[in-house]
């Protein structure tokens, strides 16, 4: 059974903080990798893709990938209250065009 | 250009009863996912169709659970009988293809509460 696993949290970061999501994934041969931000009773939304390894920067987000360790992380910098919100993140099975999400993190960004 | 449309909002049925939820997708997306998003979890994939033949549906429970997407449009997934454990919200979804890199387009979802 392939996996995608975060930590459920809250996460809970002061306004003006950054805040580091991490999702750790299962099947080595994934190539790409999705966040999605839920807003409680909303339909998720696409914040970040990355494919390569490395960091890929967008505004305050930064999504870093490491396949080797099978780890994707987010950053959100300068957090702001709008930012509270469930992060999921989503893998592409590798030789599939099928998708999995992890359970989502709930992060807290206090004023 | 209009989103993922989804009807209805919300439902609520007794247990056994039957239920449909429609989903329109993105003109022009070839490929539409219907999710099962149960509290607190990620949304999980129940079937997934690319123009109007199935590419994956090996998580739906097909004892129960039927979906259709006649012409490669629109979808209808159906739920006969309903259990308890059904009570979610019903996820649609839909993307240009399906290449594995496609960012995926969600409606609003539909409410089920099975009572």
């Known amino acids: 059974q392939k996996e995608v696993e975060q930590n459920s949290g809250p996460l809970s970061v002061p306004e003006g903080a950054i805040a580091s999501l991490n999702c750790t994934y299962s099947d080595r041969g994934s190539q790409s990798f999705f966040w999605y931000r839920q807003y409680s009773g909303k339909s998720p939304e696409l914040i970040m893709s990355?494919?390569?390894?490395g960091d890929k920067e967008d505004g305050r987000f930064t999504a870093q990938l490491n396949k080797a360790s099978q780890y994707v992380s987010l950053l959100i910098r300068d957090s702001q209250p709008s930012d509270s919100a469930t992060y999921l993140c989503?893998?592409?099975?590798?030789?599939?065009?099928?998708?999995?999400f992890g359970t989502g993190t709930r992060l807290k960004v206090l004023a | 250009e209009a989103g993922v449309a989804q009807s209805p909002r919300y439902k609520i049925i007794e247990k056994r009863q039957s239920v449909a939820f429609w989903c329109n997708p993105i003109s022009g997306h070839a490929t539409l996912y219907w999710y099962q998003q149960i509290l607190g979890q990620g949304p999980k994939l129940l079937i997934q169709?690319?123009?109007?033949?199935?590419?994956?549906d090996s998580q739906l429970p097909k004892d129960r659970f039927s979906a259709e997407r006649l012409k490669g449009v629109d979808s209808t997934l159906k739920i006969q009988p309903a259990k308890l454990e059904d009570s979610a919200v019903y996820l649609c979804?839909?993307?240009?293809?399906?290449?594995?890199?496609?960012?995926?387009?969600f409606g609003p979802g539909t409410r089920l509460l099975v009572l």
């Open positions: 979804a839909s993307s240009p293809t399906s290449g594995g890199q496609e960012t995926q387009y």
């Open positions: 989503a893998v592409n099975l590798s030789g599939t065009y099928k998708y999995i």
């Open positions: 990355i494919y390569s390894n």
């Open positions: 169709f690319q123009n109007n033949g199935v590419v994956d």
